[in-house]
């Protein structure tokens, strides 16, 4: 029988790139928090040994693929993101979930400074300052993905 503890980190990207890719409205769309950086965060920080660069470069290559953007754009971003979170997951792990928050804004902000900064130099996109709401976005999910995330852990006993 397959155990489905052994495929959940998959099994929450898979579901977090479902996410970033479902069709919303315009106007929604324009907020739409980066769920794999989300979840790829709290798999970084809460199991390091499972969830690495890695990953994240192999999360980046999908997303690139399901997006339709140059190939390597989101991967470059997110390993990086990662990267970051994943050097001082120690320290970070001490923090409360709102002052993590403010962390995964800070990191959400850099991934998407990266990203521009890849398709500038790839193709002719203009910077707007919409660009930026997912930033917040991300950061007012993040309490409940956390909280949500470490009950599916704690109740599969994921280590």
Known sequence: MIKVRH???????LIAMVFQ???VPVQV???RPDWVLIVLSYWVMALPHRANVGVAFTSGLA??????TAMGVHSFALSISIYVLAANYQRLRNYSVWQQAVIIGVVSA??????FWLLRLLTDVTFRFEELWPVLT???LWPWIFWLLRKVRRQLRIT
């Open 7 to 13: 495929y959940t980190i998959a099994i929450t990207l």
């Open 21 to 23: 890719i479902i069709p």
């Open 29 to 31: 769309d324009l907020y």
């Open 63 to 68: 997303l690139d693929i399901l997006l339709g």
């Open 110 to 115: 850099l991934y998407h400074s990266l990203l």
């Open 138 to 140: 991300s950061m007012a």
